[in-house]
């Protein structure tokens, strides 16, 4: 092979896998199988963690921007403080074979206070049922609550899986719900986390109501 053709073989290599992580980005970010960030506690005056002792994207921020830690959202490509979810940027196989399954998740529901804590989980969407599955052992399925103390900057793991009902797929914005983190023992709010479900193939005037 001429050194001509093996060069245009890298260089059409290269771009085939730059183009196939930012389509695999855009998926697991927008559309499919969305995962996210979520941070607890970010309610009342709970005493956490400073940016320099949990690290992460936050200590990129100059001083005079920190607010402190939003409840979450996407943590690497920004737009934190809420999780959109756009069924209508779903790529092509899965709009054929699963276009109303939905699965949403983190890896990084973190404890950003400085006491460990077991927590309690709340997911509304709607009232559309919810599949929960999670690695985790020390989960108690039946209260959604955590049966271990989640250290200071350490992190506890959950998916969720739904159906979107008929009388909701012809909306623009198919649901506003969210994600409530609590105390187990205490049942005290930690932390609200807001997750948007749209559909950006249908126009925002024949949405509907959207609760």
Request: glycine residues 10%; proline residues 6%; positive net charge.
């Amino acid at each position: 092979m001429s050194g001509k053709k093996s060069w245009i073989l890298f260089i059409a290599s290269c771009l085939a896998t730059v183009l196939a992580g930012w389509w695999a980005m855009r998926l697991v970010q927008t559309s499919e199988c969305v995962h996210f960030n979520v941070n607890f506690p970010t309610q009342g005056n709970e005493k956490v963690l400073s940016r320099e002792e949990l690290g992460g994207p936050w200590t990129r921020l100059p001083a005079e921007k920190w607010t402190g830690y939003p409840p979450g959202g996407h943590l690497v490509w920004g737009r934190e403080g809420e999780v959109r979810v756009d069924i209508g940027r779903q790529g092509f196989l899965k709009r054929i074979l699963q276009p109303w399954d939905v699965t949403i998740g983190t890896h990084w529901l973190r404890n950003v206070g400085v006491a460990p804590r077991k927590i309690g989980l709340e997911l509304d969407m709607c009232g559309m049922p919810v599949a929960w599955d999670t690695f985790e052992r020390e989960w108690d399925k039946n209260r959604h609550a955590s049966t271990r103390e989640i250290p200071p900057g350490k992190t506890f793991n959950m998916d969720w899986h739904f159906r979107i009902p008929v009388e909701r797929r012809n909306r623009n914005q198919v649901c506003q719900g969210g994600l409530k983190i609590f105390d187990a023992g205490t049942d005290r709010l930690l932390a609200f986390l807001p997750i948007t479900l749209l559909n950006s193939r249908v126009q925002p005037s024949t949405s509907g109501a959207v609760n």
